[in-house]
């Protein structure tokens, strides 16, 4: 018999998303959800995690628990078990809020209003330039917490509130030490030093500046992790063409992917500009058309779905019907940030299935598998099968749907949070 690090035992359904190693699902596949159920027999669901963190087995009681034992094991009677969460879109490091900025908008003033009055984009960077390393750290420590207490274990982190070399360094040491120090949320770091043009230059030195300050960083501090780059492509910040130069500049100076915003509040062809790129993923896509679909199914780029965004920016929604339909894989994130104020994956997982039109099914596997495929982690994240890395959510419901379909504080449906086989 093995010692093993945990054992839940005798759950009522046991959802592994995936079965067979897939590392995506697209088409009707994306609403195709592999599970294990109490047997008709009585017999529960059974899951083992070895002490390195990582699932030996997964099945029933009867097949799993005469092979192994653990100081550790949970009764998951009443309960469901699901992966943990996968948030591919946030933006978790800055200074300050804009909490008076969301009422100004709630009253009808436009983007110009609120940039005449110093809020903005521009607000986010100026308290994040000032704000000190140790506070900006313990507000990210902070908040990675509420995200795993929804059930978040896997995070994308993008930098983007510095916009010069000093403040984008500052943000990736920041990510750096929490990656390095804290095991409760495992993080890829995505470099978005193109969040928008910087005050004082115009587009064209905005691209200069953040090419020069991703190679003065690649050359100061070669050892600084960046797993991603990001670029906004939008009308009146990077077009196309710029966009594809800083990408291409990023991805060869970090030895990165790419990942980038899209699409957002103009069309201007994401779709088709990903695949030529090569990109891994394109988020937001409201105005996505049906050549940037089929591109992108093409060549199986994850559309990255930002519902909380669209909801509080009174947004169109996005084309996600038709990209599921087409064979583009879709994953949900939360897009936290300053402006829209979200740790909850759950949430954003209710707002895609009522605002965007998905099955609960498929919000499962956007937040799942797909959006670790995203991050290019679904070889270890993303689905409980042997092998992968140990990170579950129990919940106080015999069927995991509750997730969704609870809207709200969902922390109380959270019986725990289990992180490469530790419990929270």
């Known amino acids: 018999?093995?010692?093993?690090?945990?054992?839940?035992?005798?759950?009522?359904?046991?959802?592994?998303?995936?079965?067979?190693?897939?590392?995506?699902?697209?088409?009707?596949?994306?609403?195709?959800?592999?599970?294990?159920?109490?047997?008709?027999?009585?017999?529960?669901?059974?899951?083992?995690?070895?002490?390195?963190?990582?699932?030996?087995?997964?099945?029933?009681?009867?097949?799993?628990?005469?092979?192994?034992?653990?100081?550790?094991?949970?009764?998951?009677?009443?309960?469901?078990?699901?992966?943990?969460?996968?948030?591919?879109?946030?933006?978790?490091?800055?200074g300050g809020d804009r909490c008076f900025e969301f009422d100004m908008k709630m009253k009808g003033a436009t983007y110009l209003d609120i940039h005449k009055q110093g809020g903005g984009i521009y607000y986010t960077v100026r308290e994040t330039a000032k704000a000190p390393f140790s506070d900006l750290l313990a507000n990210f420590e902070q908040r990675l917490q509420n995200m795993r207490d929804c059930g978040t274990t896997l995070v994308e982190c993008k930098t983007g509130y510095g916009l010069d070399y000093e403040t984008e360094l500052k943000m990736l040491r920041v990510i750096d030490c929490i990656r390095k120090n804290n095991k409760n949320v495992d993080l890829v770091v995505n470099f978005l030093g193109a969040h928008a043009i910087p005050e004082g230059m115009n587009a064209e030195q905005g691209v200069e500046s953040v090419i020069k300050n991703m190679k003065l960083i690649k050359e100061q501090v070669p050892d600084l992790k960046v797993d991603f780059v990001d670029v906004f492509c939008e009308t009146g910040v990077y077009d196309v063409n710029q966009s594809t130069r800083i990408l291409l500049e990023g991805k060869k100076i970090f030895n990165a992917g790419i990942n980038f915003h899209g699409d957002e509040l103009t069309a201007l062809g994401a779709g088709e500009m990903a695949k030529k790129i090569g990109a891994k993923a394109v988020s937001h896509l409201e105005y996505l058309d049906s050549n940037g679909i089929k591109a992108m199914a093409s060549a199986n780029i994850v559309a990255i779905m930002c519902p909380t965004t669209a909801y509080l920016l009174k947004l169109k929604n996005p084309p996600v019907r038709q990209m599921i339909t087409s064979g583009?894989?879709?994953?949900?994130?939360?897009?936290?940030?300053?402006?829209?104020?979200?740790?909850?994956?759950?949430?954003?997982?209710?707002?895609?299935?009522?605002?965007?039109?998905?099955?609960?099914?498929?919000?499962?596997?956007?937040?799942?598998?797909?959006?670790?495929?995203?991050?290019?982690?679904?070889?270890?994240?993303?689905?409980?099968?042997?092998?992968?890395?140990?990170?579950?959510?129990?919940?106080?419901?015999?069927?995991?749907?509750?997730?969704?379909?609870?809207?709200?504080?969902?922390?109380?449906?959270?019986?725990?949070?289990?992180?490469?086989?530790?419990?929270?």
């Not at 159920?37 to 997964?58: F, K």
């Open 1 to 94: 018999m093995s010692c093993v690090r945990l054992i839940v035992k005798n759950v009522e359904q046991l959802v592994q998303v995936c079965c067979n190693k897939e590392q995506f699902k697209s088409g009707q596949q994306q609403d195709d959800v592999a599970l294990l159920e109490r047997r008709p027999d009585g017999v529960g669901c059974c899951i083992a995690v070895d002490n390195d963190g990582y699932i030996v087995d997964v099945g029933y009681d009867d097949q799993i628990l005469p092979k192994y034992s653990s100081d550790t094991i949970v009764d998951g009677k009443n309960c469901s078990l699901i992966p943990g969460l996968v948030d591919s879109h946030t933006h978790p490091v800055f």
């Open 328 to 424: 583009v894989p879709v994953a949900v994130a939360t897009d936290f940030n300053p402006n829209a104020y979200c740790y909850s994956l759950p949430m954003a997982m209710n707002l895609a299935v009522v605002n965007f039109g998905m099955t609960l099914n498929e919000a499962l596997v956007a937040t799942t598998i797909n959006a670790a495929f995203a991050l290019n982690k679904s070889n270890s994240f993303g689905s409980l099968e042997k092998g992968k890395v140990g990170d579950m959510i129990l919940l106080n419901t015999n069927h995991w749907k509750h997730i969704i379909y609870e809207f709200g504080d969902i922390r109380k449906l959270i019986k725990c949070v289990i992180k490469r086989g530790s419990i929270f």
